[in-house]
């Protein structure tokens, strides 16, 4: 990587800011298997990085070298990605056209991580498919350029810079809020139980009269019908028995009238006429 050179650091939004330095304290913890990365010293938008080519490919030994470039409005929006060491793959100093690279805006998922990032240029590098920036070289001549790419100075991991990157003890975990819709998992359609609330136990009510039944009873007996009859007769005769008003055994007839219902009232009411 270049040295600190005083150069000012380009502007970059604050959730870009603290996104990246997240990322790289991440990456110091849980490393990318063959790949090693961290930002310039005095451009935490400028990252390098360094593939070491895996066992049993063409690329096996070798040590190829690249760049990422982060839009100021990271993790929005995706970085470029370029190759600086030749490798028969991909051409130098050239941006790549990748589905998480600035080629394709519409595919980038800001949940993205860098550690995603190198995963898939790793991967694509040991595909075949062309692409814009790739080439089309032979497996000896990509075995050639790996011996060549031996001796190119590699990446080392340095211990994160308090200077640099502000010391977090917090992992880089997705935000709700920037994870797609298109990847949240559907909610299950699965019953939660509920607690049982016990019955409660109200009071017995007062009693009271019960409703008239529609249907008359074929073995009532004529002592009953006698007695409802009786019942029935002295309705308007005998005060009321209230549970609330105190009884008068001697009450006039207009006591008792005043106190049954306005319904049971037999004495009319005067007829209101409008004026002439």
């Not at 790289?24 to 063959?34: A, G, H």
């Not at 991991?157 to 990847?183: K, M, N």
Request: aromatic letters at 6%; glycine letters at 4%.
């Amino acid at each position: 990587p270049a040295r600190h050179t005083g150069e000012e650091q380009p502007m970059a939004s604050k959730p870009c800011l603290l996104r990246l330095q997240k990322e790289y304290q991440r990456l110091n913890k849980e490393p990318v298997p063959n790949i090693s990365a961290e930002p310039r010293p005095n451009n935490i938008l400028e990252w390098h990085f360094v593939i070491n080519g895996p066992a049993s490919t063409p690329y096996a030994g070798g040590q190829y070298h690249g760049k990422l470039l982060f839009p100021s409005d990271y993790p929005y929006k995706p970085p470029a990605i370029m190759m600086l060491t030749p490798n028969g793959r991909f051409n130098t100093n050239t941006r790549l056209c990748l589905s998480m690279s600035d080629f394709h805006p519409e595919s980038w998922v800001p949940a993205w991580s860098v550690g995603t990032i190198l995963n898939g240029v790793l991967s694509f590098m040991l595909e075949s498919t062309p692409t814009v920036g790739s080439v089309e070289k032979s497996t000896a001549e990509r075995q050639q350029a790996a011996r060549a790419a031996r001796t190119s100075p590699h990446l080392p991991r340095p211990a994160p810079r308090s200077s640099e990157v502000a010391t977090r003890g917090t992992e880089i975990r997705p935000s709700p809020s920037l994870v797609p819709l298109a990847h949240s998992q559907p909610l299950s359609h699965t019953t939660i139980p509920h607690r049982t609330q016990p019955a409660l136990s109200l009071p017995s009510p007062r009693s009271q009269p019960s409703a008239p039944s529609h249907t008359a009873c074929p073995a009532a007996s004529t002592r009953d019908q006698s007695r409802e009859r009786e019942r029935a007769r002295s309705h308007f005769t005998a005060p009321l028995a209230s549970p609330r008003l105190t009884r008068f055994p001697r009450a006039s007839r207009a006591a008792a009238a005043l106190a049954l219902p306005r319904a049971h009232r037999t004495s009319p009411r005067p007829l209101l006429t409008p004026a002439p």
